[in-house]
């Protein structure tokens, strides 16, 4: 059995070294000359920047395949209580990790806490047709929407949560109503469902000391010659009980095929035989995000994994995270480096913005709640499509994935628009093999 893995980001080469670990011959082509997709670490000055995630919350896929890969001494874990922070009304508020620092934030009125409290006293309502902001709207109250779940929507998914469906983007949330009749309730049997001792991975948030292109580039040489990079799939057709893939110099068949790439790709490559599933993918819209990484002199106290920000008139960056706070090696000595996001689905204009005019923006928006104010850029990375936004219309695209797969056996379509956009959803959905 062959299977051929068009894309190498972590969706494919994780998938590709599941099936062979089972004993099949696999054969992956990335465009790229560089594995790992999104996933991307760059050395620049002294500087170690992650110029897509910057981290990943372990899972235990996630986690078995460092180990399996023997990277855990290479492994950092940041302490899950590094505090996290929300930018509203013109100061930082510490998002509160006990019920002391719940009633004193300043975050939610009096009124916004007694609502979030009163969850899981509120009926059970429908979810279908229902967007993030009017699910939290509901449950939990507006301030929550808007001061907690839309900060953390925009600055995490890039997205909005009134386009949102919450049952494509959250689907456990909307479980947890309909099974246990709220999500506190349902938050609460979930976690004591779980394993009693959790690995050692499963604490705090996951990099490596080269950065989290320390992973796709080791699967990749696991892999060995059965990944070839800058080999671009030109076409894709099937082939009476299989499939044959064009390549640059090559023709390859293959008994199934795995479309690991971006949706934009597999797209062009199904439109010929799958032309219904060819539009769904094109119909799946994509934020965009500018990435600045900016550096600073070292504060004398700098504690933290970063800050979201609530959509407000005089702020227009999404968020940041404070990089060399978060792990050592990121920055030189005496150096703060901090990784900030614009653009999104509620600005896209952004990514238009010159160098200068993304920095003014990242300049004024840190140094309004207390960040250093004289920064000096480093980098600045744009994409036009980042995140999958899964919005209303998205189960039924996904619809048309399966149906092209049933119609098309040993097809398979793998990717962050499906199943998940966080890397440990992604790493799950590749880890779990067809029969």
């Given at each position: 059995m062959t299977t051929a893995v068009i894309g190498g980001g972590l969706s494919g080469l994780v998938r590709a070294r599941a099936l062979a670990a089972r004993g099949e011959q696999v054969l992956l082509f990335e465009a790229s000359r560089e594995p790992g997709g999104v996933v991307r670490t760059e050395k620049r000055d002294g500087y170690l920047l992650e110029l897509g995630p910057n981290t990943v919350r372990p899972t235990p896929e996630l986690w078995r395949i460092v180990e399996e890969l023997g990277l855990e001494?290479?492994?950092l874990l940041a302490d899950p209580r590094t505090p996290r922070f929300i930018d509203f009304g013109g100061r930082?508020?510490?998002?509160?990790?006990?019920?002391?620092?719940?009633?004193?934030?300043?975050?939610?009125?009096?009124?916004?806490?007694?609502r979030l409290l009163a969850e899981p006293f509120v009926p059970r309502g429908n979810t279908a047709?229902?967007?993030?902001?009017d699910f939290f709207a509901r449950r939990a109250g507006r301030e929550v929407a808007e001061r907690l779940v839309e900060p953390f929507v925009s600055g995490i998914w890039g997205g909005r949560a009134d386009r949102l469906a919450i049952a494509d983007a959250f689907p456990s949330l909307a479980r947890w109503e309909r099974t246990s009749g709220s999500v506190a309730r349902g938050a609460f049997a979930a976690r004591r469902s779980r394993p009693k001792t959790a690995p050692r991975g499963n604490r705090g948030l996951l990099s490596f000391r080269g950065g989290l292109s320390t992973l796709p580039r080791r699967l990749a040489e696991e892999l060995g010659p059965a990944a070839h990079f800058g080999r671009r799939a030109d076409s894709l057709v099937p082939s009476g009980d299989g499939w044959r893939l064009s390549v640059p110099g090559q023709e390859v068949r293959a008994d199934r095929v795995c479309l690991a790439a971006p949706a934009p790709e597999a797209a062009r490559l199904v439109d010929a035989f799958a032309p219904e599933a060819s539009s769904a993918l094109r119909a799946i819209p994509h934020a965009p995000l500018a990435v600045l990484h900016v550096a600073a002199a070292a504060p004398p106290r700098l504690e933290g994994f970063g800050h979201l920000v609530v959509p407000q008139r005089d702020r227009r960056i999404l968020g940041a995270i404070w990089s060399s706070a978060l792990f050592p090696g990121r920055a030189p000595a005496g150096r703060a480096l901090f990784t900030v996001y614009l653009g999104g689905a509620r600005d896209p204009g952004a990514l238009e913005l010159s160098d200068p005019a993304l920095m003014d923006a990242a300049s004024h928006d840190l140094a309004a709640i207390g960040l250093p104010g004289s920064l000096e850029l480093i980098a600045v990375t744009r994409y036009p499509g980042a995140i999958p936004q899964y919005e209303f219309g998205h189960a039924g695209r996904m619809e048309k994935l399966a149906e092209a797969e049933r119609q098309n056996p040993g097809l398979t379509f793998l990717g962050s628009y499906r199943g998940g956009v966080a890397?440990?959803?992604?790493?799950?959905s590749a880890a779990e093999l067809p029969g």
């Open positions: 001494s290479e492994a930082l508020h510490r998002l509160p990790a006990s019920p002391a620092a719940f009633v004193a934030t300043r975050l939610l009125t009096a009124r916004g806490k007694l047709g229902e967007t993030v902001a890397v440990g959803d992604v790493v799950r």
